[in-house]
């Protein structure tokens, strides 16, 4: 079953079971699917619903540290709750041994010395670990590699 025929029987049963909250988290991935595939006009594949979900989660996660430190705990359990959500339609996570062991498998494979090869890197790795690892934090981890 694909992710985005997965969404739509999810958002079925959350309007059945009368989820509310959940229906309206799932009803926000749809129409950012859906806004992307009309501004590109293509149908997007399974990589690219997991980037749309990757950049919603990095969006909330960034509004749920914002709202901390204004102090609006309300709305950042809102946010929480979101994030929640939009994890369940991602691949399991990358713990840190498989990540070290990605990182230096994609350094060895392109050769990577410096700083200045980090772009290709970063590449592959994106590609290998799309929706498995936080990229902000593969970035951290091949700049300290690499620096």
């Known amino acids: 079953m694909t992710l985005k025929s997965r969404l739509t029987e999810d958002m079925k049963t959350a309007m059945r079971s009368g989820d509310k909250p959940r229906l309206g988290v799932i009803r926000l991935i749809n129409a950012a699917i859906k806004q992307r595939e009309v501004d590109e006009r293509v149908e997007l594949d399974e990589a690219q619903v997991l980037g749309v ?7 909330r996660r960034d509004s749920v540290s914002q709202y901390e430190s204004a102090g609006r705990e309300d709305l950042a359990e809102t946010e929480r709750f979101e994030i929640g959500v939009i994890e369940a339609y991602l691949p399991a996570q990358l713990d840190e041994a498989e990540l070290t062991a990605m ?3 994609a350094i060895a494979e392109t050769g990577a010395e410096s700083m200045r090869d980090m772009g290709k890197v970063m590449a592959l790795l994106k590609e290998r670990a799309a929706g498995r690892a936080d990229m902000g ?3 951290k981890q091949l700049k300290q590699r690499l620096g």
């Open 53 to 59: 979900l990757e950049k919603m989660l990095k969006q």
């Open 103 to 105: 990182i230096d498998a």
């Open 137 to 139: 934090n593969v970035s």
